[in-house]
C-alpha cells in the first residue's frame, strides 16, 4: 500500500472516495405547487433515539436554499432501477421530474415511487464542513419495501447490488 498527500486539486480524493459504495437517496418537497428535489449519494443513518439520518449537500447547491426551510421533506432510497431517475435529479438545469413517477405526502413531502425505503422528515440541524453542509434531519414516518433492492453508487457509476450464496457447512 502507498500512501500519498492529498493533491490540492481533489481528484486523487473523489477517486478514494469513489471506492466506496453508498446508496442513491432522493430530497423532495413540494414547493409553490410544484415538485422540487435533487439527488443525495451521501446518506447516512444517524440514530434511532431521537429517530435521525443525515445527508451532505454542497455548499454550491441552489436547490437545498429552496428545501431547507420546507416543514417536510421526503427522502427516498432509490432502487436498482431509479437509475434514470438518479440522473433526472441530479441535472444542473432542466425539469428534474421529467420521466420520474412520484407521490405528495399531505405534509409537502414528495417521495419517489418504487423506492426501496421512504422517510417523511424535517430538518433537525446544518453543521457547516468544508465545500459541503452536513444535513441532520428527523424521521417522522417512514415506510420501507425491504426486498426492493436500491441503487448503488460506485466508482462514479450506478451499480446494482449481486447476491452471494455462501455454502454453508453443516458439521460445525
Request: with cysteine; aromatic share 6%; glycine share 8%.
Amino acid at each position: 500500500m502507498e500512501l500519498r498527500d492529498c493533491p490540492a486539486d481533489g481528484t486523487e480524493l473523489r477517486r478514494a472516495f469513489g471506492c466506496f459504495p453508498s446508496g442513491v437517496t432522493a430530497v423532495c418537497a413540494i414547493i409553490d405547487g410544484e415538485p422540487v428535489g435533487m439527488a443525495a449519494s451521501s446518506f447516512t443513518p444517524v440514530s434511532i433515539d431521537p429517530p435521525l439520518a443525515s445527508i451532505c449537500v454542497q455548499n454550491t447547491s441552489t436547490t437545498w436554499p429552496r428545501l431547507r426551510n420546507q416543514p417536510r421533506l421526503g427522502l427516498s432510497v432509490l432502487a436498482e432501477d431509479h437509475t434514470e431517475a438518479a440522473i433526472s435529479l441530479s441535472r444542473k438545469v432542466g425539469d428534474r421530474f421529467a420521466g420520474v413517477s412520484w407521490a405528495e405526502l399531505p405534509s409537502g413531502g414528495v417521495f419517489v415511487d418504487g423506492a426501496s425505503a421512504w422517510w417523511d422528515c424535517r430538518v433537525y440541524a446544518e453543521v457547516g464542513a468544508g465545500d459541503h453542509t452536513i444535513v441532520l434531519l428527523e424521521i417522522c414516518a417512514l415506510g420501507a419495501a425491504p426486498s426492493t433492492p436500491p441503487l448503488v453508487f460506485h466508482g462514479s457509476r450506478f451499480r446494482r447490488l449481486a447476491m452471494v450464496m455462501e455454502e454453508r457447512n453443516e458439521d460445525h
